[in-house]
Nanobody
Framework: QVQLVESGGDLVQPGGSLRLSCAAS????????MGWYRQAPGKERELVAR???????NHADSVKGRFTISRDSAKNAVYLQMNSLKPEDTAVYYC???????????????WGKGTLVTVSS
């Protein structure tokens, strides 16, 4: 019904920057909040940042001041600008979103398949 596809993951040196993108497609009736999560090897998935339909944001303490989430509601897309990257930011980054599909208008949470960010010299 709704598909999310992330892009932008790469190998980057410490102190570098990356911009992740997530585009939604399919039978979209409406979208509420969207967000980014990450999962490092051997660790649980954790919230990185979230943005409401109205544009309110919250960021994990570990990324405040370095990462910024934004969205383009017209494109059903969400972005994550990551600056001053650290080795501990290495993880698979997943986007998610709360969507109602045109088929049944039921609010569901959808996930992308992830994009790998590696921070290493």
């Amino acid at each position: 019904q709704v598909q999310l596809v992330e892009s932008g993951g790469d190998l980057v040196q410490p102190g570098g920057s990356l911009r992740l993108s997530c585009a939604a497609s399919g039978s979209i009736f409406s979208v509420n909040a969207m967000g980014w999560y990450r999962q490092a090897p051997g660790k649980e998935r954790e919230l990185v940042a979230r943005i409401s339909s109205g544009g309110s944001t919250n960021h994990a303490d570990s990324v405040k001041g370095r990462f910024t989430i934004s969205r383009d509601s017209a494109k059903n897309a969400v972005y994550l600008q990551m600056n001053s990257l650290k080795p501990e930011d290495t993880a698979v980054y997943y986007c998610n979103g709360e969507f109602k599909a045109t088929t049944d208008h039921v609010l569901r949470l959808y996930w992308g398949k992830g994009t790998l960010v590696t921070v290493s010299s």
